[in-house]
Each structure stands twice: as C-alpha cells, then as structure tokens.
C-alpha cells in the first residue's frame, strides 16, 4: 500500500515525507519541488531536501536528482517501499529509477515516457485537489484506489 494524501497545498507521502509544500512543517521531511538558491547551512527545526543529494533522515533514505530544467526528483525508501517521485521525463533514462515499487509523477509528459520505456510498475499522478488517496495493494496483483473526501468538504 502506497499512503499519499492531498492537504490543502501538499502532498503527504507515506504520513512521513511532504512534497510540494510553500512552508515547511517541523513534524515531516519536506521536499522541494525545485533547487533554492541560496544553500544555508544551519541548525533547522524541521528537515527539508532542496538540493541534490543522498539523505538518510530517521531510516527514511532519499536520494534526489536534479533534471536539466532545475526540477528535483526523488527515489524515498520507506517503510520497505522505493517510491519514485518524477517532475522530468528525462530522468526516467537513468538506470537508478528503473526498479522502483511505484511512480509519482506530476505531468503528462512523465506518464508517456513511463508508457514508453514499458516501466511496469504502478504509477500515479498527482493531480487530484481537495481529495485524499489511498492506494491498496491486495494479495494479488490487483490495485484498488480508493478516493475520499478531504475533511475540509
């Protein structure tokens, strides 16, 4: 089971990572959508990946890679899973995101180079607003997605 929900302006990943949040929250690894600027390195409150890196926050292990149009992409290794987190396309060619659990993904362009390259792994985009989703996995091979209503509607 792959646990993603939608909250307000984020994404939360597996309870434990946010993706694409504008404030970082001290309760969660953030991670950014795109490289900062400006690299301060400091005592922080909360753990946050603007930068391309390997990181091992709290047994999560998250390796980031940037794509040529600054976008950052993420392979996180959590609780026994390796998710996929893609903004470009062009970072699918590299062999490190070949043999992941599951996609996440943002664009289009992402999903027809995951079509393309044949990646036969589950993929899901993350588009949905004011909606939480929650990926099953039964024993077979069969995934059912279930969609609920966010507590704000």
């Known amino acids: 089971m792959v646990n993603i929900k939608l909250e307000s302006e984020w994404y939360l990943i597996e309870d434990k990572v946010l993706f694409w949040a504008s404030i970082p ?80 993904y943002l664009d289009d362009a992402v999903e027809k180079k995951l079509e393309q390259l044949e990646l036969e792994w589950k993929k899901y985009k993350l588009n949905l607003e004011n909606w939480n989703l929650r990926i099953e996995e039964k024993e077979s091979e069969h995934v059912e997605v279930v969609i609920e209503p966010s507590e704000e509607e």
Do not use: C, H
């Not at 959508?33 to 301060?40: A, C, G, K, R, S």
């Not at 998710?83 to 996609?103: F, H, M, P, T």
């Open 25 to 104: 929250n001290k309760d969660y690894i953030n991670l950014a959508m795109e490289v900062w600027e400006d690299i301060v390195i400091e005592k922080s409150p909360y753990s946050i990946i603007e930068y391309p890196w390997e990181y091992d926050i709290d047994g999560t292990f998250i390796k980031s890679f940037l794509s040529k149009d600054w976008k950052l992409n993420y392979i996180i290794t959590i609780n026994n899973k390796m998710i996929g987190l893609v903004q470009s396309a062009k970072i699918l060619e590299e062999d490190d995101v070949r043999s992941l659990d599951a996609w996440l």
